[in-house]
């Protein structure tokens, strides 16, 4: 693949894709694959359906402040 692919906060060197997260929906759940500084919130507004964004060790950090 040619294409350079950078995190969101340009850190130098950038952060890689290893941010492993679960988006949550009605009866299924997947896996997205991010930088640390991915905003999770701007991938769940552009899938709607989306319950809940959990870090592969059930912390929810989407939506914040809510509980498991």
């Not at 350079?4 to 759940?29: L, W």
Request: aromatic share 10%; net charge negative.
């Amino acid at each position: 693949m040619s294409e350079k692919f950078t995190c969101r906060c340009s850190a130098q060197p950038p952060h890689p894709y290893n941010e492993t997260v679960i988006f949550r929906r009605d009866g299924m759940f997947y896996p997205v694959v991010g930088t640390i500084c991915e905003d999770w919130s701007v991938h769940a507004e552009l899938n709607p359906g989306t319950l809940a964004i959990e870090r592969i060790d059930g912390t929810r950090i989407w939506p914040e402040g809510s509980k498991q």
